[in-house]
Structures are given as C-alpha cells and as structure tokens.
C-alpha cells in the first residue's frame, strides 16, 4: 500500500492506495511530522458483521458501484449514445511536486486523475479530470470525494435571497443524503457553494472544524452523505447534467478546503487570506483600496450632467476617491424593459458623452467607474432583434427583470462583447467596472460559465489596470472562480446597515474586508424602510471595502460632518485594516454582533460590536475576545463614546478613558461595553504594548 501526504499551514491531507482509486485516510488539523502514515492506514481497518457484503468498499476520492460502492457515486458517466458507463478504475500512478500531487487511475477506456496543491494561505485544493479515448457524456464528476469524522456533529451551510444574502443553516448529522443543489446557473443567493463540517461543541474561537468551497460560478451540487455503517462523506461538483454535450475531457472546478483546531475563525483566516493574497489579482497591489461613491441610490435611471456634477463635488468634499456611475447611462435606458446589449452612451442624457463627467470626476481627484451588465439582454433592444439566435434557452423563455441572457458558450457572442467593451475601456478613462449579473439562467449550461471566464480573461489581458466588480442581484454571484477574474463582490443590494451587520458578519467566514463592498445608505433605507442613524450607518461600513451611495444633497451638516470623519478615520486605518483577519466573537447576548479585527502583525486590533436589537438582561454582556497574544498587554479606546444614549449614566471604564488588560484576561472574562441603544456601533482600538 502507498501513502502520500500533503501540509498546508494548519491542516493535513494523507492519501493512501493498495490497487483501487486512491482515498483519504486524514483531513484535518495539522499532523506530527512523525505520524507514520501506514499505521495511520492500517488504523482506518474496520470489523464486519451482518447485514453487510463480504466486504467493506473503500469510500475512494470517486466512490463507484464498479467498486461495490453502494452509497452516492462520485461518476456518473454514459457512452456518448446514452448507454450507462461504469468502469472499474484501477490506481496507476502518482505524480509529485513541491506541495502539488497527482494521483491517477485508469481503466476502459477512462483516465481519473485527482489533483491536490497546498498553498501558504492554509488552503488544499483538490480537482478532478475525467479523460476519455471517445467521447463519453457525464451527467456527474465529483471533485475530490473527502470523508467527514463521524465524531463531527454539525454541518453548516448556506441560503439566502435578495436582500438577505448568507444566511447560515445549520443541520445534525444524521443518516441519509443533505442535497444542495443549484440550477439557477449561478454560484447563487439560494445554495452558495460553501459548507463547513465542525466537532462537538465548535465555536467561533474554540473547536475543531473543516470548510469547503467550490470555486465555480454556475449551477453546482453539494452531496454530504451519512452510509448505514456510519460513515460520511461530502461530494461537490458541477451541477447535475451541466455538461450538454459528450466531450472526451471534463473537470470538475477546484474545490478549496480548510481546516482549523481553533474554531470557526481558523476556517475564516485562512479563506480570508486565500482569497485576498491569492486568488484576487489585484491590477496594482500596493494601491490603498478606494473610496467609493456609486450614484445608483441617488439617481436610478435619471441621469445628467449637472445633477451628477453636483454630487460628484459633494462625494470628493467627504473623501471619495472612485465615482461610479451606475444603470442608465447607455441605449434609451430610462427604465429596466429596455436596453440591455445596446452598450453605446445615451446622446439624449449625454449630449457630449461621458467625456464631460469623466473630466469633472478626474478633476475632483477621483477615478471614474461604469456599470454594466454584458450577459444580459432586453427583448427590447437592437441587439435581441439584430441576433435573436444568439438568446440562451427558448424563445417562449419567462423573462427575468426584463430580460435574457445571452449564450456566451457561443464565440461569436463573446467576440462581440469583447469588441464593445475593449472599444468602451479604450475610448474612455474608466479605472473600474460594476459587472452585474441580474437574472437567473434558464438551463444549467457549464459552457456559459466557461465562456463567462473566457470573456473576463481576455477582457483583463487587454485591460490589466482596469478593477472588476461581481455584482449580480447583490450577492448571487459570489465564488472563488468568479474572484479569480475580479476584486470585489457586491454582497447585497440591501445595505440597511442591521441587515448588512448580520450579512457581514456571515460572510466573513470565507470574505475578507478588502473584497466586500459595503456603503452607507440614505438614512431611510431604500430596500427595507427602516431609519437608522448616521454613525450607525458609516461605522458599519467602514469595516469592509467602504463606500457611499446616497443622495449627498439631503445630508444635514452634522451628517456630513460624521461622514468626513469615518471617511478619515478609514483612509487613516485601512493600511492595516484591509488586511486584518476578521475573526467572529462568539456573543452571549443574541442581540449583538461583534467581530474582531486583527492586524497582520498582531500588534493592534479593532473590535467592532453592533446592536441589532434589545437586550433580554439589562446591562450589556462581557464580549470575550479571542485571537490574542495572552501573555501581551493591550490599551483599549473607546473610539465612539459619543454612541452612548441618554440612559447610559454609569461609568463603564471605556468610557472614562484607555483601559489596560492581558490578551489572557481579555479572552478569559472579557470586555465591558457601555450601554447602547439598538443601531448603534461600539468601535474599540486596541493596541499591544
């Protein structure tokens, strides 16, 4: 029998194979380095008793019925005239690098190879490819197939809609099959592809857990299944019949994986750091993260120069360094029926072009951005009617939001949109796109998010400088594929700031700040009604990649001035804090959300704790913080003492100036925040000295 191991920082991989596909005999936290892996497999030996086959199948990377497999398969394969295909697979050989394996089976006519990549970030990857000598139709290609520990207790994974994107679901391991699977075409608000699988009593800062995200943008399918014996494993892959055509070669798309003995926050750290230091190519990396002002909220469809002159002027007084402008500035684009495809300035709302405000925005000291939607079309536009057959699905297809999707499986629509686009980045000084995506597929189709990478690559050779968002309905489309041709994601079309404190806060198990776009909205917000405050709004924002979008006009004075004044604290900070780990505090108090800030060094933290509703107990709860040297002392600052209500009348030692503790104290009975109302952003400094 052969094993082979694969580190990254804070986990394992081991591998192990007598003669059949290879399997896993260990993922999770990091091993000795004197483990001895053939005990590690001889260990993996179970009894049997009745009830069973003579014989216990291996659960394999692909787990198939040809191997007496009799839980789900990770292949589902027929000859290319439909007729099922179920070879039997034997271990061939392994290739091996520096951090890199490859392990590869054969047989029939059929060549599997697993893949696996360690990365400094903390993150394994692991990828299948099915090779074949005619083609072949796979309904089903798992990624590398993993075991769960049957000591586990929980699996966490995701929902959501528009408007509340990331909503965790947690479910008992229990015998029988979990089914995730979206068919919407998209990564997706309803079944995101992340889940992570934690032991008995796993927090945010205390346990043991393992996470996994499947780095594609389109319809996918996660598979986690607990076998009579007790056994359990998670599959994901493309979604089910993704692939409409044979093919003699398939892969599945990286799935990426982490594991932590410290909690939630281990997972977080190292897909925070994956997908920042890694994935994300950023055009210039050294470029402090700007400032953003989008006009969307302010305008909508009605577009004009002096208008948005105006507000660009406002935008750069409080500390913008971004103008972007939004929907309506192209075709006759006066509402959401029309236009779509027709990608040329509207000479009615811009007699001049957009030349004129390019110049005022660059003025201003601002860089100009652009939204646009290219996947998308209206029936009623001159491009649908100009190339009807170049519309995804049926004819007869249900509209959505207006409008279809073009098939960008096909060249001749990507060569199109390539044209437009490289013709509009080439014509205008544009530094940033707001990619949108805002309606669902009307076929799982894995050739549409093929072509969807095509374009962006081509579109970011040509365009190296040019930032990228991944905007689609607000967070329907984000993924660590997606963020491997982009910079930014647009986590939600709401950004009432209680609803966002949630999403936030979520989404920080896989985001880091300097990906997550959040703004500060009008003080009535436009998605849910609710009115909230200033500092509420601003603070929230600044802790991810801040912001504005609002009618700068209606603010008041003091508004104004408070704007200014997180803008600059966040210009001030985000050196360090666009690259702090955000770890989540785990809160005895439903009420509040809080989460913790650490800078790469260590040497300085923000705790951020928000209030999203009323206390059942009348004094605020200790937070206790985690992530911290025990031995060093901190000085904590209340940065916003000025937050506190009219029924905060005691004096909590926050409020009456620096507070001096040990990471051990602070993470053992924790802190004391004032009293506040709901809507309210206690932000604390904390500096070790």
């Known amino acids: 029998m052969s094993q082979w191991r694969i580190d990254a920082p804070g986990q394992t991989l081991v591998l192990a194979s007598s003669s059949g596909v290879p399997r896993v005999i260990w993922w999770g936290p990091t091993l000795p380095a004197s483990e001895d892996l053939a005990e590690l497999a001889r260990a993996e030996a179970s009894d049997m008793t009745g009830g069973m086959l003579d014989r216990l199948p291996e659960l394999t990377l692909c787990p198939l019925p040809s191997a007496d497999w ?66 072949v139709r796979v309904s089903w290609l798992a990624a590398p ?60 800062g205390h346990g043991t857990a393992r996470g996994l995200q499947y780095a594609w943008s389109g ?54 750091r994956d997908l920042r230091d890694r994935i994300v190519r950023w055009p210039d990396p050294a470029r402090p993260r700007p400032v953003h002002y989008n006009c969307w909220e302010a305008v909508y469809f009605k577009h004009d120069l002096a208008t948005l002159s105006d507000i660009a002027n406002r935008a750069a007084a409080l500390g913008a360094e971004r103008f972007v402008l939004d929907d309506g500035w192209f075709g006759r684009r006066d509402d959401d029926t029309t236009s779509l495809g027709d990608w040329q300035v509207d000479r009615r709302k811009w007699p001049d072009g957009l030349a004129p405000l390019i110049a005022h925005v660059e003025a201003l000291g601002m860089r100009f951005g652009l939204w646009v939607e290219p996947e998308m079309v209206n029936p009623d536009s001159d491009l649908a009617r100009a190339h009807p057959d170049w519309i995804l699905g049926p004819a007869d297809q ?19 949109l390539f044209t437009v686009l490289d013709g509009l980045l080439a014509s205008h000084r544009i530094d940033y796109l707001k990619w949108d995506h805002n309606r669902l597929l009307p076929m799982v189709d894995a050739a549409q998010t093929e072509g ?34 982009t910079h930014r994601v647009w986590l939600s079309d709401c950004i009432d700031p209680t609803e966002r404190l949630r999403m936030q806060a979520d989404a920080a198990l896989f985001l880091p700040a300097a990906i997550t776009g959040s703004h500060v909205g009008a003080a009535r917000a436009h998605t849910t009604g609710r009115v909230q405050p200033m500092a509420f709004r601003a603070r929230l924002a600044a802790l991810r990649h801040f912001g504005f979008e609002m009618d700068l006009r209606a603010l008041s004075g ?77 000085e904590l600052r209340l940065l916003n003492p000025e937050d506190a209500p009219p029924q905060s009348r005691g004096l909590a030692a926050l409020q009456q100036g620096p507070l001096v503790l040990t990471g051990r104290a602070l993470m053992t009975a924790g802190l004391r925040l004032p009293v506040a109302w709901p809507s309210t952003l206690w932000m604390v400094e904390g500096r070790r000295i």
């Open 70 to 135: 009799q839980g789900q398969p990770g292949l589902v394969l027929a000859e290319a005239d439909g007729r099922p295909l179920s070879p039997r697979l034997r271990f061939q050989r392994a290739e091996t690098g520096t951090g890199s394996l490859q392990l590869i089976s054969g047989g029939e006519g059929v060549l599997l190879t697993h893949r696996f990549e360690a990365h400094p970030t903390g993150v394994i990857a692991l990828q299948t490819r099915l090779e074949a000598d005619r083609p």
């Open 145 to 204: 197939v993993l075991p769960i520990p049957q000591t586990d207790t929980e699996l966490m994974d995701f929902t959501g809609k528009w408007l509340g994107e990331l909503q965790p679901v947690r479910t008992p391991w229990q015998p029988g099959i979990r089914l995730r699977e979206a068919r919407t075409g998209r990564s997706g608000q309803e079944h995101p592809p992340l889940a992570v699988f934690s032991g008995p009593g796993c927090s945010y």
């Open 219 to 272: 319809g996918h399918r996660m598979l986690a299944e607990e076998l009579p014996d007790g056994r359990r494993h998670v599959q994901f892959g493309h979604a089910t019949g993704a692939h409409l055509t044979p093919g003699t070669r398939f892969e599945s798309a990286e799935l990426l994986a982490a594991a932590s003995e410290t909690g939630l926050n281990g997972i977080a750290r190292s897909f925070q």
């Open 398 to 416: 249900t509209t959505g939001r207006n409008q279809m999707v073009l098939d960008l499986g096909r060249t001749d629509v990507r060569d199109h």
């Open 452 to 485: 969807v990478y095509a374009l962006l690559d081509r579109l970011r050779a040509a365009h190296p400088g040019v930032e990228i968002e991944s905007c689609a309905s607000g967070g329907g489309r984000i993924d660590a594929g997606i963020l491997a041709r």
């Open 558 to 634: 003091d508004e104004e001035r408070l704007l200014a004044a997180v803008t600059a604290w966040w210009k001030a900070n985000r050196h360090w804090l666009m690259r702090a780990d955000i770890l989540r505090i785990d809160s005895a108090d439903p009420a509040v959300v809080a989460e913790l800030h650490l800078a790469e060094d260590g040497a300085q933290f923000l705790l951020a704790a928000g209030i999203a509703g009323m206390s059942r107990q009348i004094l605020p709860r200790p937070l206790v913080l985690n992530g911290l040297d025990p031995a060093a002392g901190y």
